[in-house]
T-cell receptor
Framework: GESVGLHLPTLSVQEGDNSIINCAYS??????FIWYKQESGKGPQFIID?????DKRQGQRVTVLLNKTVKHLSLQIAATQPGDSAVYFC?????????????FGQGTILTVHP | NAGVMQNPRHLVRRRGQEARLRCSPM?????VYWYRQLPEEGLKFMVY????????ESGMPKERFSAEFPKEGPSILRIQQVVRGDSAAYFC?????????????FGEGSRLTVL
């Protein structure tokens, strides 16, 4: 989906489909990129991260792709399940600090229909 | 192993009152971060603390906001003379290391509503 005004981008999928959530970043000096999942009323939960010297990393049912040329990050979720419904945030660890001072993106709402 | 504990989970204050939010990091973690989340936005960094030291407070508003992480006890985020614009979810995160090499462990957040 496309974002309009202050509304978050949304993605609706059927259970069992694959989901792709995209994120554009601006800081070419960032050395870590992270995906978080946030369920309603809860704190962000780490999903997967990738270092800037990699272009792909796989976890359990998730894959993160990093394209530094166009400053684009994506999260692929295989066989999406209703429990995957949440807001997904990309975050980056900007260069210049070595600690956990992260810059978060706007977020994408993923809704999985049974 | 208990995760990051934040309290209160929900706090209602009237304009001009003070809000105190507490965060107990995961056991063995001595690095604490506070982030603020406005409705339908991502989290924004506020402050990074180690025991008895503020390392980076570049995201803290210049007035009314303060944070501490004493030698004993939880980290405290204090907001004096709250205004409606302070209404937000405040998240604490902790890490065992100074150097970021992976995830931060976030708490469930404290949701402040200013009437």
């Amino acid at each position: 989906g496309e974002s309009v005004g202050l509304h978050l981008p949304t993605l609706s999928v059927q259970e069992g489909d694959n989901s792709i959530i995209n994120c554009a970043y601006s800081n070419s000096a960032s050395d870590y990129f992270i995906w978080y999942k946030q369920e309603s009323g809860k704190g962000p939960q780490f999903i997967i991260d990738i270092r800037s010297n990699m272009d792909k990393r796989q976890g359990q049912r998730v894959t993160v792709l990093l394209n530094k040329t166009v400053k684009h990050l994506s999260l692929q979720i295989a066989a999406t399940q209703p429990g995957d419904s949440a807001v997904y945030f990309c975050a980056e660890n900007p260069g210049g600090t070595s600690y956990g001072k992260l810059t978060f993106g706007q977020g994408t709402i993923l809704t999985v229909h049974p | 192993n208990a995760g990051v504990m934040q309290n209160p989970r929900h706090l209602v204050r009237r304009r001009g009152q003070e809000a105190r939010l507490r965060c107990s990091p995961m056991k063995g973690h001595s690095h604490v971060y506070w982030y603020r989340q406005l409705p339908e936005e991502g989290l924004k960094f506020m402050v990074y603390l180690q025991k008895e030291n503020i390392i980076d407070e570049s995201g803290m508003p210049k007035e009314r906001f303060s944070a501490e992480f004493p030698k004993e006890g939880p980290s405290i985020l204090r907001i004096q003379q709250v205004v409606r614009g302070d209404s937000a979810a405040y998240f604490c995160a902790s890490s065992p290391l100074e150097r970021y090499t992976g995830e931060l462990f976030f708490g469930e957040g404290s949701r402040l509503t200013v009437l």
